[in-house]
């Protein structure tokens, strides 16, 4: 089925540096979202996009819907080891609530 | 806790056989979806209900079906499994089934994770 592209594919970092990861698609999206997903554990809605150009914060994490609506961004400032997890882009077009994922980005954290 | 459950947490059973997953929405939620997730992969969408009737498909085999009751849980039945049928099989709800007006993004349940040997 179709995905959309996530880069990178996995993050290893310190404790308290900044990351930032990226999803593509070859097609337009309205609605750019991103999860987070725990080992073991369902996806958790962290940010939500409507508009293109958009930048939404949700505490240390920021996220941007692209001007040409192909793409999206995630921003984690100052990682804790709590952020560690697979964490997936989705978007959705017009009409009903289908969402299409991203293949994710694996972020491990060394304290 | 996203408020929606599902049933079992863990089933391992073997080829040829036939199981039944269950999922119970958030409260007020309409709209259910199911989704596969393989190994190191990401989700695919199966396939949605809205008030008990079929709204979308997606990759969804023909050995599997689903239905969603007056009661608005769902099941997903999974028949004739297969070796490549082991995944995590995740349940999301939703009050519409249409973007617009407010926004109301899908909630996941914790999945069920399913072996088949």
């Known amino acids: 089925g179709q995905q959309l592209n996530q880069s990178p594919q996995s993050m290893f970092i310190q404790e308290g540096e900044d990351v930032s990861m990226n999803c593509t698609s070859s097609?337009?999206?309205?609605?750019w979202l991103w999860y987070k997903q725990d080992p073991g554990e369902g996806p958790v809605l962290l940010i939500a996009?409507?508009?293109?150009?958009e930048l939404t914060s949700n505490g240390r994490l920021t996220a941007q819907f692209g001007t040409t609506r192909k793409d999206s961004f995630l921003n984690i400032s100052a990682s804790i080891p709590s952020d560690v997890g697979i964490y997936f882009c989705?978007?959705?077009?017009?009409?009903?609530?289908?969402?299409?994922f991203g293949t994710g980005t694996r972020l491990l954290v060394s304290p | 806790d996203s408020g929606v459950t599902q049933t079992p947490k863990h089933l391992i059973t073997a080829t040829g056989q036939r199981v039944t997953l269950r999922c119970s929405p958030r409260?007020?939620?309409?709209?259910v979806y199911w989704y596969q997730q393989s190994l190191d992969q990401g989700l695919q969408f199966l396939i949605q209900?809205?008030?008990?009737?079929?709204?979308a498909k997606g990759n969804i085999l023909e050995r599997f079906s689903a239905q969603q009751f007056p009661d608005l849980h769902s099941e997903l039945n999974l028949s004739s499994l297969e070796l490549g049928d082991s995944a995590l099989y995740f349940c999301?709800?939703?009050?519409?089934?249409?973007?617009?007006?407010?926004?109301?993004?899908?909630?996941f349940g914790p999945g069920t994770r399913l072996t088949v040997l």
């Open positions: 999301a709800s939703s009050v519409r089934p249409l973007a617009g007006g407010s926004y109301n993004e899908q909630f």
């Open positions: 097609s337009i999206f309205n609605t």
């Open positions: 996009l409507y508009k293109a150009g």
């Open positions: 989705a978007g959705r077009g017009t009409g009903f609530q289908k969402l299409v």
């Open positions: 409260s007020g939620d309409l709209s």
């Open positions: 209900y809205y008030n008990g009737e079929e709204r």
